[in-house]
């Protein structure tokens, strides 16, 4: 999207936003962005605090213009309102991305899909011998489904075009990445068991650089501490990553 020459009178017109839930996670999408700067709400009882800032469009002119917030309190529900209040204040908005750390799922065999996106699991019935999850969060745009697979085939070159953002945020306090001897999985039933690390079937990653997953994220407002239950989401449900915000 263009962004108009006279940036300081300009009202700006953002089509794509960017939503985290802590403090940490505010700091790194800062580092990710070009000139961020705050901006008020346009809508006088929007409570959310904003940035504007700018990232590069790849082949497509003009840098994207980014919107950046981030929630008042965790929670499904407190996300839901934040991006209500969002969407009031900057109508043009039309990709909102939430971002943050979540605990990962450990799949040491299975492939999933990208195109599921946003798992809501704490909305089931229940009855005497089964768990039916009826979730209903809304499935990923095509324009973001295509961006991701785009990305997959920037990989698949041997391309990793991200890792020169990442490499913008390793300035800030706690972020550089631990050392692979923290990296340890044990035996969902056997606690002292180690699980040795599968060999990457194909070029995934550069050395010593994060790898990036395309599945199934689960969300709900109960934070997840049961291996099992944990274990249930990915074999039936082909979950890779648990976090507790995923606005409707």
Not at 9 to 31: D, G, H
Not at 51 to 61: A, E, I, Q, V
Not at 211 to 232: C, E, F, M, P, Q
Request: net charge negative; aromatic share 4%.
């Amino acid at each position: 999207m263009a962004i108009p020459n006279d940036t300081a009178n300009a009202v700006p017109e953002p089509r794509i936003a960017i939503c985290t839930a802590l403090p940490n996670e505010l700091a790194a999408c800062r580092a990710m962005l070009d000139s961020p700067r705050p901006i008020n709400p346009t809508s006088a009882d929007d409570p959310n605090q904003y940035w504007l800032g700018t990232l590069p469009s790849r082949g497509y002119g003009q840098p994207h213009q980014v919107l950046l917030t981030s929630l008042a309190k965790k929670g499904n529900n407190v996300a839901a309102t934040a991006v209500t209040n969002l969407v009031r204040s900057f109508p043009s908005v039309e990709f909102i991305a939430m971002v943050g750390i979540a605990g990962g799922v450990p799949d040491p065999q299975n492939v999933v899909t990208n195109e599921q996106g946003v798992l809501q699991y704490d909305d089931v019935k229940l009855t005497p011998d089964h768990i039916e999850i009826r979730d209903n969060s809304p499935r990923p745009g095509l324009a973001l489904i295509a961006a991701a697979k785009a990305l997959e085939a920037e990989r698949m070159s041997g391309r990793f075009p991200w890792e020169t953002h990442l490499d913008r945020g390793e300035h800030l306090d706690g972020f550089q990445r631990p050392s692979l001897a923290t990296d340890v999985l044990y035996d969902t039933t056997n606690q002292v068991k180690r699980i040795e690390h599968p060999a990457d079937p194909w070029r995934l990653r550069h050395p010593d650089t994060p790898k990036v997953h395309l599945a199934a994220i689960g969300s709900a407002n109960t934070l997840l501490k049961d291996a099992r239950r944990r274990d249930w989401l990915r074999d039936e449900h082909h979950v890779r990553a648990i976090e507790m915000e995923g606005p409707a």
